[in-house]
């Protein structure tokens, strides 16, 4: 093998190994910071992997806020119409949360099923609702009105 074509050979593979661990980091990035959407009853029903951050969405059931006297802990369910997740969070709420509202949280589901959230996030008006909410409480009326009725 000449000495030249040798060398091409090393630095083709240095570039192809360099290319390589570029996107070997950039995958590994990008699988840390997703955050897939999850509904209420979705979460009741465990379809949540363990350990992994997620968002959930839905309406602040009435009645169901909780506030800690002493610290800034406030637990409260939230529903998609059919089934009903409780937030554990620590910290400000938005000026926007009440019950009532559509919100979105971003946190991690813990043994017991109750989210325990890192972020808070509230709709910011009247009218508008995250696509991912009002998809999510949409099928979930709708399997509520497909399943027979049944009398007891």
């Not at 992997?49 to 009645?63: K, L, N």
């Amino acid at each position: 093998m000449h000495p030249a074509r040798k060398k091409r050979l090393i630095l083709i593979l240095l570039v192809l190994l360099g290319v390589g661990a570029a996107v070997a980091l950039a995958l590994s990035a990008l699988r840390e910071n997703i955050n897939l959407f999850y509904t209420p009853t979705q979460i009741a029903n465990g379809e949540v992997p363990e350990g992994a951050r997620i968002r959930a969405g839905g309406m602040v059931v009435d009645g169901s806020v909780k506030r800690s006297t002493d610290s800034l802990d406030v637990q409260f369910d939230v529903s998609d119409g059919a089934e009903a997740v409780t937030i554990a969070y620590s910290g400000i709420l938005p000026d926007l949360f009440r019950e009532g509202q559509g919100i979105v949280a971003l946190g991690r589901v813990n043994a017991d099923g109750v989210l325990v959230a890192d972020e808070v996030l509230a709709k910011h008006d009247e009218e508008y609702m995250p696509p991912e909410v009002a998809k999510a409480m949409s099928d979930a009326m709708q399997n509520k009105a497909a399943q027979p009725v049944t009398a007891e």
